[in-house]
């Protein structure tokens, strides 16, 4: 009720039974929300990333509204230039025997879920995924992209947003 009485062009979607639960596919909820809704472009975010800016939001619609006939769709990604293993030791993206600085390892790029843009005419040529075909890799600025999980994930977002609120 209270997101009616302050946002009233909403459009609340209650999902059917089959679509509730954590082992739903998020692209199944969106197919079946596109179902129901109309519009071309759609932004999704998760209250789970609550520290992602306005002004970030409006960078990526930017890029991707400029964009268009390069990308498909946009989606938010932490850049990563730190020595990765596999569980049974193994490097991923660098050589051990040659350690070179982390700065100059070639970047890897992590799906952080803060944002997704898309066209609905993207999301069924990708067989019904929010990431296009011809996807662009948005880097979200990292204090942005704190993703809640868990009680020490809600404990670090709430410490940054006071420390960010104060500068």
Known sequence: DDVKKYFPDTV??????TLCGDDVSMNKIIE????????????????????LSAGTIDRALEFFFSNRNNYDSVFGVNRIQSRLYR????????????????QDLEPVFEE??????????SFKKAG??????????????????????TQADFDMAGYLYEYLRKT
């Open 12 to 17: 609340i979607i209650a999902r059917p039974h």
């Open 32 to 51: 079946y929300d596109l179902s129901l809704i109309d519009g071309d472009y759609f932004l999704q975010t998760h209250s789970t990333n609550p520290l």
């Open 87 to 102: 569980s049974d030791g193994k490097a991923i993206n660098h050589n051990p025997e040659d350690l070179i600085r982390t």
């Open 112 to 121: 952080n879920s803060t944002l997704y843009i898309f066209s609905r005419e």
């Open 128 to 149: 019904n995924r929010r990431i296009g075909k011809k996807p662009y890799m948005f880097e979200v600025p990292r204090y942005e992209a704190v993703d809640i999980d």
